[in-house]
């Protein structure tokens, strides 16, 4: 069977945790921050798990991060 390919854009915006979990950035970070407050501005900074409902993809497009 051949290599299979990770999907590497994916590989560069999220990470795979020890317990398989898979984190991302949070979005609306990129401008007009002037309309947010700074508490909602701090709290975009964390990161943030996938949902459930895609981890079926991402599995499949990071076959050796698991």
Do not use: C, N
């Amino acid at each position: 069977m051949p290599k299979l390919k990770t999907k590497k854009g994916l590989a560069k915006r999220v990470h795979v945790t020890k317990k398989g979990k898979v984190l991302r950035p949070k979005s609306s970070r990129r401008h007009l921050l002037t309309a947010r407050s700074e508490k909602r501005k701090r709290f975009l900074r964390k990161k943030d798990l996938v949902a459930g409902t895609e981890m079926k993809a991402v599995r499949r497009a990071l076959p050796y991060s698991f």
